[in-house]
């Protein structure tokens, strides 16, 4: 069997396994969509996480969300599995890496992780606005940025990082590996939803260059791609935008 679920913040919300944990084998998969929160701090809350999900018979798979620490997350070893790249962060947990096809079950399933964060700081907004011309120095120079100076904002480099968005190079990675199956996938996988969704639920998809360029890439996924679901978190809602666009938070379904 292969469960999928929406955002699990460390063991935060881990609560909705228990109605599936009994059941699973060594044979099943539960795949979580972003904010899986395993890479955070490097000590003992990420060592619980870990036995969290080592425990369980099932393999865990997940994509990114931007609750992750990605200096820890992007430092692991790049591995293939199942057709697309991956980091292991142990023998049962997997992180399904941007812009990646990877087969599963005889189903091909297209995954983008990532997100803008919407609980940053004015300062922390300040610092991106001061460098919508310059790609580059957004992401090179957002660590010099010291302490917890955003009210009630994440800290560069402590609680946030600016590799949460996808970078120009993954998006084209993207590109080329679903050229190579004929732009045509049965799942996409992602951590925030697409355009039109977001802009339904009153947030503003644009909120940065960094952003438009992932949410026109999500546009173009819409319009160039042949899928059968596009499933989804981010949002902390469960919710059927239409009959192929699902947000998942609390629930947790068998993915077909």
Known sequence: MIYITGDTHGTYDVNKLAKIKPHLTEDDYVIVLGDFGVCWDNNGSDLKVRRFWERNKATTLF????????????????????????????????HLMRGQMFELDGKTIFTMGGAPSHDCGS???????????????????????????????????????????????????????????????????????????????????????????????????????EFNNWWFGHLHEDFYYDMRHIGFYEQIREMY
């Open 123 to 225: 300062a922390l907004i300040e610092f991106i606005n001061a460098h919508l011309d310059d790609y580059h120095a957004f992401f090179a120079g957002h660590d010099k940025m010291q302490g917890p100076s955003r009210s009630g904002g994440r800290v560069p480099g402590k609680s946030w990082w600016a590799a949460e968005i996808p970078t120009q190079e993954e998006l084209s990675e993207a590109k080329a590996n679903l050229a190579k199956a004929n732009n045509k996938v049965d799942y996409i996988l992602t951590h925030t939803a697409p355009t039109q969704i977001l802009a339904s639920r009153g947030l503003n998809p644009n909120e940065s260059p960094q952003a438009s360029e992932m949410m026109s890439f999500f546009e173009w996924l819409e319009q160039n791609v």
């Open 63 to 94: 994509v990114d969300g931007n609750h992750e620490n990605f200096d820890l997350l992007n430092a692991l070893p790049v591995a293939e599995w199942n057709g697309g790249k991956v980091h292991r962060i142990g023998e049962k947990i997997i």
